[in-house]
């Protein structure tokens, strides 16, 4: 997915560096401009390149899924969006009938907090504050999200977290500054392995019936879902995850 940011892993004097941005998807630039597909912008505003939404995957079975689309972004208060759907010269708009609660979101074993509702034609939508969110907009086109008679969105403000062998896969939020998460003085032994997960979750469920999943987790290279992440030597390391 992109625009996650980078992540680097220090171990004592020796600096290990890797990009965290993944390459974009084929497709989302051409020789003629902007491809088609779901961006999001201000309204009144220009499309921009980097604001197209991925082929969003079910994590289920980690396949893609036909009318889902995702993307992490940052929002910001008081301003409007939209979605738009870019086919060829045309486009359709659409905002979201969104509302706020502190435990709107089911994930695989914790509810959090996040906007969750329904897209609405030529309509907008807002946030209340300012923050890196998870987007995922999802069509239905199978009819898989069996409480939901249409087109559902759900955005939720990410925290990020790293979870592995160095805490029996729980928790650990980093220690933000901005666009920033940092972890320092974390002991990774041989063997030891991780991942970045938002929230304390590493699955937010699109349904009851939980038929559609979106990742919340980030592997090597930040790819969604990905490998997990493993030093190439043992020591006492400081961990950053940058969004850019």
């Known amino acids: 997915m992109k625009k996650i940011g980078i992540y680097s892993i220090a171990l004592a004097a020796l600096a290990i560096v890797a990009s965290c941005k993944p390459e974009k998807k084929p497709g989302i630039i051409d020789i003629e401009g902007l491809a088609n597909g779901f961006y999001i912008s201000e309204v009144g505003q220009d499309l921009k390149a ?46 979201a009938k969104l509302e706020y609660g502190e435990a709107a979101i089911a994930t695989d074993y914790v509810e959090i907090a996040g906007y969750k509702g329904s897209l609405v034609a030529d309509g907008s939508f807002e946030v209340n504050t300012t923050d890196l969110y998870h987007i995922v907009l999802d069509f239905n086109e199978d009819g ?63 349904d009851i019936a939980s038929l559609v999943k979106a990742n919340t987790n980030l592997g090597a290279d930040c790819i969604v879902g990905g490998a997990n992440i493993k030093p190439e030597e043992p020591g006492i390391y400081d961990i950053t995850l940058t969004y850019v």
């Open 50 to 95: 980097e604001n197209a939404m991925d082929q969003g995957i079910n994590e289920v079975d980690q396949s893609a899924r036909t009318g889902m689309y995702e993307i992490y972004l940052v929002l910001e208060a008081g301003k409007t969006y939209q979605f738009t759907n870019k086919k060829g010269s045309n486009a359709d708009t659409y905002g």
């Open 144 to 206: 898989s999200l069996t409480d939901v008679g249409g087109a559902q969105c759900i955005l939720v403000p990410v925290e990020w977290g790293i979870a592995g062998s160095i805490n029996s896969w729980g928790f650990e939020a980093g220690k933000r500054t901005d666009l920033t998460w940092a972890w320092t003085g974390v002991e990774l032994r041989a063997g030891a392995d991780f991942k970045f997960k938002h929230n304390n979750c590493w699955k937010i469920n699109l």
